[in-house]
């Protein structure tokens, strides 16, 4: 099992900036793939990026394309979100998951078996 910790949420202004981080802590060397999604009030859970935790493609949602960057540092067990140009449509709580079967890697929930908390993110206009 993997549990996730993440941070850097909070309320942001459209068009700033935020860097969310997620950290990683017991049996890391079993993820395959790890993702971001959020999850807007009343909307369901969506996801924002996903990679490979070997190296390879990492997949964006169209909405967030070119805005957010998704980056993980090995040496810190730590998975970044950095997200720019932030929209109020963005506004949502945002958590970071883990899958560890090598089943799939992609923005769908399906198979993630372990999540964070969740950190809040709120853009205002």
């Known amino acids: 099992q993997v549990q996730l910790v993440e941070s850097g949420g909070g309320s942001v202004q459209t068009g700033g900036s935020l860097r969310l981080s997620c950290a990683a802590s017991?049996?890391?060397?079993?993820?395959?793939?790890m993702a971001w999604f959020r999850q807007a009030p009343g909307k369901e859970r969506e996801g924002v990026a996903a990679?490979?935790?070997?190296?390879?493609?990492?997949y964006y949602a169209a909405s967030v394309k070119g805005r957010f960057t998704m980056s993980r540092d090995n040496t810190k067990n730590t998975l970044y979100l950095h997200m720019n140009s932030l929209k109020p449509e963005d506004t949502a709580m945002y958590y970071c998951?883990?899958?560890?079967?090598?089943?799939?890697?992609?923005?769908?929930?399906w198979g993630f078996g372990s999540w964070g908390q969740g950190t809040q993110v709120t853009v205002s206009s």
């Open positions: 990679m490979y935790t070997e190296g390879g493609s990492t």
């Open positions: 017991g049996y890391i060397k079993s993820t395959h793939c």
């Open positions: 998951a883990a899958e560890s079967r090598g089943l799939v890697c992609g923005l769908g929930t």
